[in-house]
């Protein structure tokens, strides 16, 4: 079987991380926006992770949370397998500073 090039790796890696996020916001009622800015070192990012829910008419009550990090790191990976990697870390985060999600789905239909 031929190995993947980068361009079908680096969309693969994409689709996982929108999966990740999207599952995230599902899951807690909210929204999820990834904000990326240079810092003042040459070739450095930070990476924003934010969620947000406001009051909902199901009275779900409001949630935000937000994680910020910079890439490139001590690692060596590449930058779409660091952020699904932090996408799957943050899911964990905001689970555990929202209840694990169950208040989410304790307003469901």
């Known amino acids: 079987m031929p190995r993947k090039n980068k361009t079908d790796r680096e969309l693969g890696w994409l689709r996982n991380v929108w999966e990740e996020l999207a599952a995230a916001e599902m899951r807690h009622g909210a929204f ?41 790191s001590g690692d060596n990976t590449e930058f779409l397998a660091w952020l699904w990697g932090r996408a799957d870390r943050f899911a964990d985060e905001i689970a555990l500073a929202d209840g694990g999600g169950k208040v989410a789905q304790q307003y469901d239909g």
Do not use: C, N, W
Request: charged share 20%; proline share 12%.
């Open 32 to 72: 999820i926006k990834v904000i990326m800015q240079p810092t003042a070192s040459r070739g450095v990012f930070t990476v924003r992770l934010e969620i947000d829910r406001p009051d909902t008419p199901k009275g779900l009550p409001a949630f935000s949370y937000h994680s910020m990090v910079r890439y490139p």
